[in-house]
């Protein structure tokens, strides 16, 4: 039967093609540090492609090879296809996100990262779960030089929520809200944010491999409509000083079968005080439990940790709250099906699909080993002194990739989810990234010492 889906699945695919005339298919996938390498095929190989993937050298993505074991298959999964809706006659182009095969032991490559996710998402569903995310996209759209190349000059002087008439960021927005919806994704909002020149786009709670595969796609189509208008689209944690850094906040929960074969939301409890379910709050455990160690990863770059300062909306400090946004995990008021949990201190920049599967492997393990939370704290952590928070048993998150890195490397639990390959790969190009940041000299260094040492 599951054999008959995919045949049938295929089938569609190529109709599809063959009807809306597509004359390139853009094969995709990430690498471990979440970004996106892609072959493209003339719409006339898409069928061997489907079949028998398309060869690529692994020894020259990050991660994933050594020079003397690189060939790999990049095999299409034929429920991510889209049609870009932007691309028009010879040029029109589809896309999917492929799964990574390793050709001599003839199954799925053990680094790749969407296998990691599939894994986790597998043993949560055979506990009778699946894993909810929404996550909230901020980027930053800057002026373009005459060269065509980025510059630091924001595309407007807005704020939170500003409405304004004939602003060139509203139509990039609102640009990219009409394809999105087009290609499927289901776009919640989109606004400006608090800082000069940042923006936000907000999709619909999906499974969380639909959305981890749509996180490649919307960046990609945000930079893509952001050039088409003179502009440049960063997703770089922290661009410019002084101001708020982007974040991508997800949000989570696990569904379930209920009596009637409909689903439910595991984390909501009518009885409850708060109507959060014992589940909901040990899976917050889980979270808040390996917070430390998995932050590498969901704030992956030197430049990531410029932006978990305190005094910008980042989370510093490992604790959740309901109300208040200083902290680690907040709980939006929504209950019923909306009842979730928000993780804030992920980036956009780094791998989504090893970003959820330590999400909810973290969760998972919160709920095996039934971890409770310390008392939620609604006052904001930035503004306590040291002391206070070392009263409270408030813990702080690692304040660079380095000591990052420490963690990462000395975790048995991201060694379980994640697998040897991907930590080792992971470690040596993230150490290295490291070291380099450390040797430079900036010029604050030179402003403030050269003279006077």
Known sequence: MAARSKKAKKEIVLETVKKQKIGFIDLQFTDLQGLVKKVSVPASKLEDALEDGVIFDGSSVDGYAT????????????????????????????????????????????????????????????????????????FFLFHLNDQGNPTLNVCDQWGYFDQVPHDRSELVRRQCTV??????????????????????I??????????????????????????M???????????LRDVNGSGMHVHQS????????????????????????????YYMGGLLTHAKETTAVYNSYVNSYKRLSPGFEAPVYVAWANKNRSALVRVPS???????????????????????????????????KKIIPADPIETDLFKMTH????????????????????????????????????????????????????MQVTQWEIDNFLARL
């Open 202 to 227: 907000d999709l619909k709670y999906n499974n969380a491999m639909i959305i981890a595969d749509r996180i490649a796609q919307i960046k990609f189509t945000i930079k893509t409509v952001a050039r």
């Open 387 to 438: 002391a206070e928070r070392k009263k409270k048993g408030i813990d702080s998150l690692p304040g660079n990739l380095g000591h990052s890195l420490e963690l990462f490397r000395e975790s048995k639990f991201i060694k379980q989810v994640l697998g040897d390959h991907i930590c080792h790969h992971f470690m040596v190009k993230k150490k290295r990234e490291w070291d380099k940041y450390r």
């Open 67 to 138: 020079i003397n074991e690189s060939d790999f298959r990049a095999v299409p999964d034929p429920d991510t296809f889209l049609v870009y809706p932007w691309t028009q006659g010879d040029m029109k182009t589809a896309s999917f996100i492929c799964n990574i095969v390793d050709p001599e032991q003839g199954k799925q490559f053990e680094g790749d990262p969407r296998y990691r996710l599939q894994q986790q998402l597998q043993k949560a569903y055979d506990q009778g779960y699946d894993f909810m995310a929404g996550p909230e996209f901020e």
């Open 179 to 200: 394809y999105l919806n087009q290609m499927g994704f289901d776009v919640e909002a989109e606004h400006h944010e608090v800082a000069a020149g940042q923006q936000e």
């Open 254 to 281: 696990l569904t379930g079968k209920n009596k009637k074969n409909g689903t439910k939301n595991i984390f909501y409890d009518p009885n409850s005080d708060d109507g959060l379910s014992d589940k909901a709050m």
């Open 229 to 239: 208008r003179g502009m440049h689209a960063s997703f770089m944690p922290k661009p």
């Open 334 to 368: 929504g209950r019923g099906k909306a009842t979730r949990l928000e993780l804030r201190n992920p980036d956009p920049a780094g791998n989504p699909y090893m970003m959820f599967a330590l999400m909810l492997a973290s969760g998972m393990d919160g709920m095996k």
